[in-house]
């Protein structure tokens, strides 16, 4: 088992930044990839980032350029720089954790989420 916790959510204008973070706990060793989905009220979740364990890493074609995804290996945490945020990128954003096969990402440990709102 892997256990995630979230923090950073908040209420940004338009332009402006947030930074997300996960801690992991527990078998980090069974997982080597990890990613950030996020969920907006009446829509789908979707992947919005994720990283490997050797760094390599994938966006969701909404957020390239504006948001970075990064991880502390020594440290178990992963990171989420937003910034540039638009009002659509409000949404709960859930820290996951999995693993890479070829080019997809499959997640099996998810946090609990931590909201985040854009205004205009």
């Known amino acids: 088992q892997v256990q995630l916790v979230e923090s950073g959510g908040g209420l940004v204008q338009a332009g402006g930044f947030l930074r997300l973070s996960c801690a992991a706990s527990?078998?980090?060793?069974?997982?080597?990839?990890m990613g950030w989905y996020r969920q907006a009220p009446g829509k789908q979740r979707e992947l919005v980032a994720w990283i490997t364990s050797g760094g390599s890493t994938d966006y969701a074609d909404s957020v390239k350029g504006r948001f970075t995804i990064s991880r502390d290996n020594a440290k178990n945490t992963l990171s989420l720089q937003m910034n540039s945020l638009k009002p659509e990128d409000t949404a709960v954003y859930y820290c996951n954790a999995g693993y890479r096969s070829g080019a997809y990402y499959y997640p099996d440990y998810w946090g609990q989420g931590t909201q985040v709102t854009v205004s205009s």
């Open positions: 527990g078998n980090i060793a069974s997982i080597n990839a």
